[in-house]
C-alpha cells in the first residue's frame, strides 16, 4: 500500500493538476515501475493483436484456397466428363462405320480394333487386342508388295483380296503412318473399305463391254463380208447391164435393162448407208485433216448427183461466196458424204422444182456455213427432230411414198458431230426445207479466193429467165456478188409485157435463158433483147445433156455459147462477160467416147486381169477389149505372178497394166501384187519401169484404199464399177505414161526377176 500511495497520487495529481513536484520526485520509482507494467501490457496486447490478425488472414486465405481447389476439382470432373463422353462418342462413331479400322504398334501388335473388325474377321476384342496382326490374305491371294509401313513411306494403298467370316471379299487397305516429333514410328492405323460389290460391277461391265465390242466387231465382220459379197454379183449386174445398154435394143429393152440398172444402183446405196452407219456406231471413224479444194467438192457432188435430179425433173445448182478461201483443211471425202446425203435426200423428197447448194462463211467467222434448200413438200414441225434418228423418216408407215432405210442424215448428223460443228433443218409445209451445216473448217494462210481465176461482172447487165426458180435465184447471186446488175424474170412474168415493156429488154448487154423459157414467152425473146451482129451483148443458152443435138441451130438463131447443166460457175461468167476462148483452160466433163487402150508404141494395151469371178471377169474383159485392149486372165494371184514371170523370160513386151482383184483363193492379191512388184528392177515405179497394179476390189470405204496403196498397190477401184470408170482410170495412167520398154526389156534380161 505504502508504494501505491506515490503512484495514486501522481496519478490523481495528473489527472486533476494537483501534483507537486516533491511529490512526483517521491513516487519517480513507482511511476517507472508504473509505465514498465503499462508497456509490457501494451506490447503483448499489441502482439495479440497482431497473432489474432494474422491467424484470420490465414484462415480467409485458406478458405480461398480451398474454395479454388474446389472449383478447380469441380472443372476437373467436367472435363473428365466431357473427355468421357467424347470418347464414347468417337468409339460409338468408330464402331458404327463399316469400314475396318485398326491401330497397331510398332511391333505389329493391335492395339485398337473397331466393331466392324471384329464384324468382318469374327473375333473379339479380348481376342485380337495385344496380339500380332498379320493380314488374312484369302487362298490363293498375293499379299501386294510392300504393304507393311517402313522406312520413308507413310501412307500407302492397296486392293487386296482377305478372308472374311463370309468368305473371301474385296478391300481397298490403307496403311497411315504415326509418329513421335521426332519423326519415328509409333504406330500404324489401317482401314479398309469393301469393295466387293463395286469390283464385281467393274468386273461385270468390263465383261458386258468386251462383250458388246465382240459383237460390234462380229457385226462389222459380217456386214463387211456381207458387202463384199454382195458387191461382188452386183459388179456383174451392172457392168453387164451397161453392156447390154451399148447393144441394139428396143425401146422396150432399153426400158428394162435401165430398169436392171437403176435397182441395182439403189440396192448398192442401201448398202453403202447400213456400213457407214455401223461403222460410225462402232466408233472407227477416223477424219483426215488435209487441204482440199471446197469450190471443186462442192461441184463434184452437183454434178454426181445432178442426173438423178433431171429424171426426177428438177434442176440442180451451187453458189459459193466468191470472196471465200479456195481451199479448206478436212477431210474432204465426209465433207462430200455429207452433202451427197444431204443433196440426194433432198432430191428425193423433192417432185418439182429444184435443189440447191450454197456456200458462205459461218456468222461466228470460224468455218463453213452449207447450206441446202429444196422446194419439196417440207417437213412437220413435229418431225424435224426425228428425222436425225436412225431408220427414220419423216413419211414413216406403210402408206410411204419413199423407200430408203432413214439412215442418210442420221450418218450425216453423226459426221457433223465429229467434226465439232453443227447441222440444223428449217421447213415450211408446201414450200421447202433447208438444212444448214456449220462446219470449222480452217483454211492455209496462203489459199486464194475461189473467185481468183472467175471473171468480174462489173459494169455488166444481165437478164435472166431460166425456167427452175432455184437454178435462176442462183445464177442472179453469183452474177450479182461478182459485181453485175441483174433483173430475175420469169416466162410468166415476160408473157404479159406489153410493147413498151418488150423494149426495156434491150438495156441489158447479156442474156442467160433456156429452152424451156424460149418456148414459154410469147414472143422472140431474143429479138426484144436486142442481139444484133458484132455487138458486144451476149446471149448464152442453158441446155440439158440431151439437148445437145440442138445447139447449132441455137446459135444459128443468134446465140453466142452455150451451158450444159449442171452450170458452172466458171464457165457461166466466162460465157456472159468473160472470153469464151478461155474456157479450155477449165474444160467441162466430156460426152465424147473415152480414149482407146493403147500402149506407148501405139499397140493394143496390154491388160493382165487377176480375177477369180467369172462373171466379173468376162465383164472386165468385154470392156476393155471393146475398148482395144488385149487381156490375159489369171484365175489367182499365183496364177498372175507366173503370167509375169513367164512375159519376162521369155523377153515378150510384158503387160503394160495389171488389174488385181484382192480375194481371191491360193493367194490373195496383195500378196501377189508385192511378188510382182520384186519381179522388176529396185525401185522401178509404176509406168515407168513395171506396169501399175491397179486393186479391183468390193472392200470400197477409204480405208481399205488407203490400206491396199500402203501396201504397194498403185491404184484403187472399188466394185461394183461401171464401163467409165474403168475406162478412165486406164486414161489417167496412160496420161502419166504406161510402161517402159527399155526398163521392162532389163528386167527380162534378169536384173530383177525372181
Same mark, same amino acid.
Request: charged share 25%; proline share 5%; with cysteine.
Given at each position: 500500500?505504502?508504494?501505491?500511495?506515490?503512484?495514486?497520487?501522481?496519478?490523481?495529481?495528473?489527472?486533476?493538476?494537483?501534483?507537486?513536484?516533491?511529490?512526483?520526485?517521491?513516487?519517480?520509482?513507482? @511511476?517507472?515501475?508504473?509505465?514498465?507494467?503499462?508497456?509490457?501490457?501494451?506490447?503483448?496486447?499489441?502482439?495479440?493483436?497482431?497473432?489474432?490478425?494474422? %491467424?484470420?488472414?490465414?484462415?480467409?486465405?485458406?478458405? $480461398?484456397?480451398?474454395?479454388?481447389?474446389?472449383?478447380?476439382?469441380?472443372?476437373?470432373?467436367?472435363? $473428365?466428363?466431357?473427355? $468421357?463422353?467424347?470418347?464414347?462418342?468417337?468409339?460409338?462413331?468408330?464402331?458404327?462405320?463399316?469400314?475396318?479400322?485398326?491401330?497397331?504398334?510398332?511391333?505389329?501388335?493391335?492395339?485398337?480394333?473397331?466393331?466392324?473388325?471384329?464384324?468382318?474377321?469374327?473375333?473379339?476384342?479380348?481376342?485380337?487386342?495385344? $496380339?500380332?496382326?498379320?493380314?488374312?490374305?484369302?487362298?490363293?491371294? @498375293?499379299?501386294?508388295?510392300?504393304?507393311?509401313?517402313?522406312?520413308?513411306?507413310?501412307?500407302?494403298?492397296?486392293?487386296?483380296?482377305?478372308?472374311?467370316?463370309?468368305?473371301?471379299?474385296?478391300?481397298?487397305?490403307?496403311?497411315?503412318?504415326?509418329?513421335?516429333?521426332?519423326?519415328?514410328?509409333?504406330?500404324?492405323?489401317?482401314?479398309?473399305?469393301?469393295?466387293?460389290?463395286?469390283?464385281?460391277?467393274?468386273?461385270?461391265?468390263?465383261?458386258?463391254?468386251?462383250?458388246?465390242?465382240?459383237?460390234?466387231?462380229?457385226?462389222?465382220?459380217?456386214?463387211?463380208?456381207?458387202?463384199?459379197?454382195?458387191?461382188?454379183?452386183?459388179?456383174?449386174?451392172?457392168?453387164?447391164?451397161?453392156?447390154?445398154?451399148?447393144?441394139?435394143?428396143?425401146?422396150?429393152?432399153?426400158?428394162?435393162?435401165?430398169?436392171?440398172?437403176?435397182?441395182?444402183?439403189?440396192?448398192?446405196?442401201?448398202?453403202?448407208?447400213?456400213?457407214? *452407219?455401223?461403222?460410225?456406231?462402232?466408233?472407227?471413224?477416223?477424219?483426215?485433216?488435209?487441204?482440199?479444194?471446197?469450190?471443186?467438192?462442192?461441184?463434184?457432188?452437183? %454434178?454426181?448427183?445432178?442426173?438423178?435430179?433431171?429424171?426426177?425433173?428438177?434442176?440442180?445448182?451451187?453458189?459459193?461466196?466468191?470472196?471465200?478461201?479456195?481451199?479448206?483443211?478436212?477431210?474432204?471425202?465426209?465433207?462430200?458424204?455429207?452433202?451427197?446425203?444431204?443433196?440426194?435426200?433432198?432430191?428425193?423428197?423433192?417432185?418439182?422444182?429444184?435443189?440447191?447448194?450454197?456456200?458462205?462463211?459461218?456468222?461466228?467467222?470460224?468455218?463453213?456455213?452449207?447450206?441446202?434448200?429444196?422446194?419439196?413438200?417440207?417437213?412437220?414441225?413435229?418431225?424435224?427432230?426425228?428425222?436425225?434418228?436412225?431408220?427414220?423418216?419423216?413419211?414413216?408407215?406403210?402408206?410411204?411414198?419413199?423407200?430408203?432405210?432413214?439412215?442418210?442424215?442420221?450418218?450425216?448428223?453423226?459426221?457433223?458431230?465429229?467434226?465439232?460443228?453443227?447441222?440444223?433443218?428449217?421447213?415450211?409445209?408446201?414450200?421447202?426445207?433447208? *438444212?444448214?451445216?456449220?462446219?470449222?473448217?480452217?483454211?492455209?494462210?496462203?489459199?486464194?479466193?475461189?473467185?481468183?481465176?472467175?471473171?468480174?461482172?462489173?459494169?455488166?447487165?444481165?437478164?435472166?429467165?431460166?425456167?427452175?426458180?432455184?437454178?435462176?435465184?442462183?445464177?442472179?447471186?453469183?452474177?450479182?456478188?461478182?459485181?453485175?446488175?441483174?433483173?430475175?424474170?420469169?416466162?410468166?412474168?415476160?408473157?404479159?409485157?406489153?410493147?413498151?415493156?418488150?423494149?426495156?429488154?434491150?438495156?441489158?448487154?447479156?442474156?442467160?435463158?433456156?429452152?424451156?423459157?424460149?418456148?414459154?414467152?410469147?414472143?422472140?425473146?431474143?429479138?426484144?433483147?436486142?442481139?444484133?451482129?458484132?455487138?458486144?451483148?451476149?446471149?448464152?443458152?442453158?441446155?440439158?445433156?440431151?439437148?445437145?443435138?440442138?445447139?447449132?441451130?441455137?446459135?444459128?438463131?443468134?446465140?453466142?455459147?452455150?451451158?450444159?447443166?449442171?452450170?458452172?460457175?466458171?464457165?457461166?461468167?466466162?460465157?456472159?462477160?468473160?472470153?469464151?476462148?478461155?474456157?479450155?483452160?477449165?474444160?467441162?466433163?466430156?460426152?465424147?467416147?473415152?480414149?482407146?487402150?493403147?500402149?506407148?508404141?501405139?499397140?493394143?494395151?496390154?491388160?493382165?486381169?487377176?480375177?477369180?469371178?467369172?462373171?466379173?471377169?468376162?465383164?472386165?474383159?468385154?470392156?476393155?477389149?471393146?475398148?482395144?485392149?488385149?487381156?490375159?486372165?489369171?484365175?489367182?494371184?499365183?496364177?498372175?505372178?507366173?503370167?509375169?514371170?513367164?512375159?519376162?523370160?521369155?523377153?515378150?513386151?510384158?503387160?503394160?497394166?495389171?488389174?488385181?482383184?484382192?480375194?481371191?483363193?491360193?493367194?490373195?492379191?496383195?500378196?501377189?501384187?508385192?511378188?510382182?512388184?520384186?519381179?522388176?528392177?529396185?525401185?522401178?515405179?509404176?509406168?515407168?519401169?513395171?506396169?501399175?497394179?491397179?486393186?479391183?476390189?468390193?472392200?470400197?470405204?477409204?480405208?481399205?484404199?488407203?490400206?491396199?496403196?500402203?501396201?504397194?498397190?498403185?491404184?484403187?477401184?472399188?466394185?461394183?464399177? %461401171?464401163?467409165?470408170?474403168?475406162?478412165?482410170?486406164?486414161?489417167?495412167?496412160?496420161?502419166?505414161?504406161?510402161?517402159?520398154?527399155?526398163?521392162?526389156?532389163?528386167?527380162?534380161?534378169?536384173?530383177?526377176?525372181?
Amino acid at each position: 500500500m505504502t508504494n501505491d500511495a506515490p503512484i495514486v497520487s501522481i496519478v490523481a495529481a495528473l489527472l486533476f493538476g494537483s501534483l507537486s513536484i516533491a511529490a512526483i520526485a517521491a513516487g519517480t520509482i513507482g @511511476v517507472l515501475l508504473f509505465f514498465a507494467m503499462m508497456t509490457g501490457m501494451a506490447l503483448g496486447a499489441a502482439f495479440f493483436i497482431v497473432l489474432q490478425t494474422r %491467424e484470420l488472414a490465414s484462415v480467409q486465405k485458406l478458405d $480461398q484456397v480451398g474454395e479454388g481447389v474446389d472449383a478447380s476439382l469441380e472443372a476437373l470432373q467436367d472435363l $473428365q466428363w466431357e473427355v $468421357q463422353e467424347r470418347e464414347a462418342r468417337y468409339r460409338d462413331l468408330l464402331d458404327h462405320q463399316d469400314d475396318v479400322i485398326l491401330r497397331r504398334d510398332a511391333d505389329g501388335r493391335l492395339t485398337f480394333i473397331n466393331d466392324s473388325y471384329c464384324r468382318v474377321f469374327g473375333v473379339t476384342r479380348q481376342e485380337a487386342l495385344g $496380339q500380332p496382326f498379320r493380314l488374312p490374305l484369302a487362298e490363293d491371294a @498375293v499379299a501386294p508388295a510392300g504393304l507393311e509401313l517402313g522406312g520413308a513411306s507413310r501412307r500407302r494403298s492397296e486392293v487386296v483380296e482377305l478372308e472374311t467370316a463370309s468368305g473371301p471379299r474385296w478391300f481397298i487397305w490403307e496403311d497411315f503412318a504415326i509418329t513421335d516429333p521426332s519423326g519415328a514410328l509409333t504406330e500404324v492405323q489401317s482401314v479398309a473399305h469393301d469393295v466387293t460389290e463395286q469390283r464385281e460391277a467393274e468386273r461385270a461391265l468390263a465383261q458386258a463391254r468386251d462383250d458388246a465390242e465382240s459383237a460390234s466387231t462380229a457385226k462389222s465382220r459380217f456386214l463387211a463380208s456381207m458387202s463384199h459379197e454382195i458387191r461382188t454379183p452386183m459388179n456383174g449386174i451392172l457392168g453387164m447391164t451397161g453392156l447390154l445398154l451399148d447393144t441394139q435394143l428396143s425401146p422396150e429393152q432399153t426400158t428394162y435393162a435401165r430398169a436392171i440398172g437403176s435397182s441395182a444402183k439403189t440396192l448398192l446405196s442401201l448398202i453403202d448407208e447400213v456400213l457407214d *452407219f455401223s461403222k460410225i456406231e462402232a466408233g472407227r471413224i477416223e477424219l483426215e485433216a488435209a487441204p482440199f479444194d471446197i469450190a471443186e467438192t462442192m461441184q463434184s457432188v452437183i %454434178e454426181l448427183l445432178a442426173p438423178r435430179a433431171r429424171e426426177k425433173g428438177l434442176t440442180i445448182g451451187w453458189f459459193a461466196d466468191p470472196g471465200l478461201p479456195r481451199t479448206a483443211i478436212g477431210d474432204q471425202m465426209r465433207v462430200r458424204q455429207i452433202l451427197m446425203n444431204l443433196i440426194g435426200n433432198a432430191i428425193k423428197f423433192t417432185e418439182q422444182g429444184g435443189v440447191g447448194l450454197r456456200l458462205v462463211g459461218a456468222d461466228d467467222g470460224a468455218g463453213l456455213r452449207f447450206m441446202v434448200s429444196d422446194t419439196g413438200a417440207g417437213i412437220p414441225e413435229a418431225k424435224l427432230e426425228q428425222i436425225f434418228l436412225e431408220f427414220e423418216q419423216a413419211d414413216s408407215g406403210p402408206s410411204r411414198r419413199h423407200g430408203g432405210t432413214g439412215l442418210g442424215l442420221a450418218i450425216s448428223k453423226r459426221l457433223v458431230d465429229a467434226m465439232g460443228g453443227t447441222i440444223q433443218v428449217t421447213s415450211t409445209p408446201d414450200e421447202g426445207t433447208s *438444212f444448214t451445216v456449220d462446219l470449222p473448217l480452217d483454211s492455209p494462210a496462203d489459199s486464194s479466193p475461189i473467185a481468183e481465176d472467175w471473171p468480174q461482172a462489173e459494169g455488166r447487165s444481165v437478164l435472166v429467165v431460166l425456167q427452175g426458180q432455184v437454178e435462176a435465184a442462183l445464177s442472179a447471186e453469183l452474177l450479182n456478188a461478182l459485181g453485175a446488175e441483174t433483173a430475175l424474170r420469169s416466162a410468166e412474168t415476160l408473157s404479159g409485157l406489153g410493147p413498151a415493156g418488150r423494149s426495156d429488154l434491150a438495156q441489158y448487154n447479156a442474156l442467160l435463158t433456156d429452152k424451156a423459157s424460149l418456148k414459154a414467152v410469147p414472143f422472140n425473146l431474143l429479138e426484144a433483147f436486142g442481139k444484133a451482129d458484132g455487138d458486144a451483148k451476149r446471149a448464152v443458152v442453158v441446155l440439158d445433156p440431151n439437148e445437145r443435138p440442138e445447139i447449132d441451130a441455137l446459135k444459128t438463131r443468134g446465140f453466142d455459147g452455150y451451158l450444159m447443166r449442171p452450170i458452172r460457175p466458171r464457165s457461166m461468167l466466162i460465157q456472159l462477160v468473160g472470153d469464151p476462148a478461155s474456157e479450155a483452160a477449165a474444160p467441162a466433163p466430156s460426152t465424147e467416147a473415152p480414149p482407146r487402150c493403147t500402149s506407148p508404141a501405139g499397140d493394143a494395151l496390154s491388160v493382165l486381169l487377176a480375177e477369180d469371178n467369172d462373171i466379173n471377169a468376162l465383164l472386165a474383159k468385154a470392156v476393155l477389149e471393146k475398148a482395144g485392149a488385149a487381156v490375159e486372165r489369171a484365175a489367182n494371184g499365183r496364177e498372175a505372178i507366173s503370167l509375169v514371170k513367164d512375159a519376162l523370160r521369155d523377153e515378150k513386151p510384158g503387160f503394160d497394166l495389171v488389174l488385181m482383184d484382192i480375194h481371191m483363193p491360193d493367194m490373195d492379191g496383195v500378196e501377189a501384187a508385192g511378188l510382182i512388184r520384186a519381179l522388176y528392177e529396185d525401185g522401178a515405179k509404176p509406168g515407168a519401169g513395171r506396169p501399175p497394179i491397179v486393186a479391183l476390189t468390193a472392200n470400197a470405204f477409204a480405208e481399205d484404199r488407203a490400206a491396199y496403196l500402203e501396201a504397194g498397190l498403185d491404184d484403187y477401184l472399188a466394185k461394183p464399177f %461401171e464401163k467409165n470408170e474403168l475406162l478412165s482410170l486406164i486414161g489417167r495412167w496412160q496420161m502419166a505414161g504406161l510402161g517402159d520398154a527399155v526398163s521392162r526389156t532389163e528386167a527380162a534380161s534378169g536384173t530383177g526377176a525372181a
